[in-house]
Structures are given as C-alpha cells and as structure tokens.
C-alpha cells in the first residue's frame, strides 16, 4: 500500500478511504478500551490522531508505542468523533520500526527550554517549533530563488575557500593541511606556507562579493546564495560563525536602484512567508510572538525610512539629550550598535528604516566615496527585533581611487589584483548587498536567538553535531 503524506491527508480527506501513514509518535493517551495516537511525520505542523481499538490490538505491540518511536500504520480515515480535530483514523494494524525507551529519549511531552533544545540538536527538528522553523527556511530559500529568477538574475557560485579578505575585518578562519604540531618557518619567524595545499595561505571566505561583482561585470546582474564564515568572537542572539548570505550585485544600478531592489526583495519573502507557511506561522505566533503575524503585515504595508548616517546620528544625539540611556556612547564616526539601530527602527520612526552614507573608517574598502571626502555610499537595513539585517552599497568603480582605499586600509593588492582589473577593463558604476539568511529568518519566525533558525548552529567553543 502507498503512504500518504499526513499534509496530503489533511488537504485531500480522504474520507472513508483505508490509508497508509508513517511518521513518529508525538503523545499516546487513552483508557483501557481505546489509545488515541498523535503521529507527525514532519510534512506538516498538524498530527493526524490514530485510534486504536485495545480489544483487537496486539497488547506487547501497544507497549513499544512510546513517544518519539516509529510507526507505520494502516486504516480508515474517518471524520472525527471527537473535539481538536477534523479527521482521523481508524487503525486496523501498524507496525512500529523503530522503538524510543521513554526512560532514555530525550524529547518528553513537557515543554523543554530553548537552551536544553540545542543540546539535542540532532533530535530537535521533531519538534513542532523546530519543525516549522526548518519548513520556513526551507520556503525562505525557494523565495530567494524565485524572486531573482523572476527579475533574470543568474544564480552564481562563488568559492568558499579564497585568499582575499573581502570585507578586510581579519575575522578569516584559515584552511590548511599543514601539520601544526611542526609548522617550518622562515628566518623572520613567519610560516612558510610554500608547501601548504595551496602554496599559500587560505582561508574560508567571509562573503562572496568581489566575485559576484567580477559575473555582474560579464553577466549584468547576479546572485550568490551560500555560506559564509566569521571568525569573530561575538557570542550575541544575532552572529553565527558560519552562516548564509544573499548577495545580488548589479551592473549600473546606483545606491537608489540598490535600496529599492532590497526593499523590494525583502517585501517579496515576507509575503511568501504569509502566504506559503501560515500553518507554521501561525503555531509560531501562538506559542512565542503574539505580535509575529502583525509584524510580518505591518513590513510588507510600509515604505522603509530613508535617511542618511548623519541624519541618523543627529536623532540619536537628540535622544540622549532628552535622557535617553543608551549602554554604548554615540557620536558621528561611531558604528550604531544594536541598541541605537533597534531604537531609530522601534522606538523613532516605527518602521524598518534604510542608513546610508556612513563614514568611511567604519566600512569597507569597496565603498564608492562621496564627494564630501568623508562618507561612503553605503546602505544598512534595519529591521525591528533584528537591527541590521541588510548590508550593501555603491561599488567604488573608479581604479586609482579603489587602488588607493584598498592600500590605506590594508588590503594587499597581490590579493585582489584580479578584483581591481574589473575596474581597469570596461568599469561601471554597480551595486549589491548581502542579507543575512539568519538574520530575516530570525524576523519571519519571531524566534530570538540565531542558534534557532539554523539546523547546527556554529558558534564561538561549539561545533557540535
Ligand atoms: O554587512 P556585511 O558584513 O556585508 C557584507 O558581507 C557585504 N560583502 C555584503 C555585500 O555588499 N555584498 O554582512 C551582510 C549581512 C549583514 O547585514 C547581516 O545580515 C549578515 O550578513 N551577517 C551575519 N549574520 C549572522 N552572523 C554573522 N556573524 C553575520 N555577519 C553578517
Ligand atoms: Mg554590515
């Protein structure tokens, strides 16, 4: 017979129908006459409740029908008689493939805590919440897609393993197959990487940008869709060690065209959120975000505030006059802390709200400089709940002026000669950015900490699973 997906059974109802189910046992209750089984087999947030007539079934078979084990289960479904659900069904024989000991699985009915969760991250996607976490990154990723196949962009793979720093922040993890325990040095001290895998030092990359910019350069406007991995020690609700980021770069897009392409993009996976997973949503806004589903509406229905670096800062500098306390001091120069970007998005302007033009100590090498000598044609997104969640800019296309900030910053040009060259061969202006996967995860679920929205999460003294 032919297994039915329990999401199927709950759209098509095969009322009357004998069916075939497979999937684990949430929770078995009962008396001595009937046991009512609740099996989910992850296709849905919804169990579908099995009815077993004790007369008839097999009592040492009933036994190993503990939560967490394995069943296949054979019967007819039925309108329920009973209140919670609409169907059910009526069990003429099932077979258990794998048991769960209730004294040894650790996943009991109780409520476990977020923090006990990541300690069993191997068995936590059987929860309801994990459950419908992974089915929205899941959709997440198929938006993604979507929205830039939709628009011609080509989906392009950049490499994880590079020797550039592209945002030149040092927060590289090196990639070697020299043995440490006897690493050959040079007079000077420093390690000889000549007989390192790849002749040189490597590392893996902290996002793919300099070649995204290299395909939009040929192909026009791309996209890349990966891991990316930081080595900094921040150990916050928001940063993973390895994580996935977006990164659409377009030729001849100017910083306006860049902001509305991610309000845009942004808009179009929260509504395909709303629109794809409102089961999950739902049960997510119920158990831990009441304000989850309002949210997600209120981001889709409003245009993001615009405004300048400075602009920002003076608001900022105003509050603290007024009494505003504020853990971390603000000032023009300053990088904006979650707390001062979560107050201009939450508390000011009640809205996600789009920075730009950021001095450019605090950013990147790539940035094209504004004519004022000081700022940078950068552009952050701030969300609500999150803080940044989108960072990009205009791409400085002019040579001497990239070669030059490149230097001051200390980015050695033997690094990125190849990256330079796009601007000595048919250079444009172009611009693109990076959304942090994690990041509008932890927006469309409600979730609060990062480690939640990623199967195995990576972060400072943790790599298990
Ligand atoms: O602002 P970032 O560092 O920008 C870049 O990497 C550019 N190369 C992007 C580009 O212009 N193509 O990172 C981009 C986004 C951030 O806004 C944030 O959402 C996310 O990546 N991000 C992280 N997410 C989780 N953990 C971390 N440690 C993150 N660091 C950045
Ligand atoms: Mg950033």
Known sequence: MKRIRITDLFTQKPIGEKVNVKGWVRTKRGNKQVAFIALNDGTTIKNIQIVVDLATADEEQMKLVTTGACLSVVGELVASQGGGQEIEIQCSEFEVYGTADPQTYPLQKKGHTMEYLREIAHLRPRTNTFGAVFRIRHNMAMAIHNFFHERGFFYFHTPLITASDCEGAGQMFQVTTMNLYDLKKDENGSIMYDNDFFGR????????????ELAAMALGAVYTFGPTFRAENSNTPRHLAEFWMIEP??????????????????????RWALDNCADDLQFLNDMFDKELLTRLRSVIDVEFKRLTYTEGISILEEAVANGKKFEFPIFWGADLAAEHERYLVEEYFKRPVILTDYPKEIKSFYMKQNDDGKTVRAMDILFPKIGEIIGGSQREENYEKLAQRANEMGVPEKDIWWYLDTRRFGTAPHSGFGLGFERLLLFVTGMSNIRDVIPFPRTPRNAEF
Do not use: H, P, R, W
Not at 201 to 212: F, I
Not at 254 to 261: F, H, Q, S, T, V
């Open 201 to 212: 030092q490597a590392s893996l990359t902290v996002s793919g940008q300099l070649e995204a």
């Open 249 to 270: 770069e377009v030729a001849f897009n100017e910083i306006e065209d860049n902001m509305e392409l991610a309000e845009d993009f942004i808009k179009y996976c929260v």
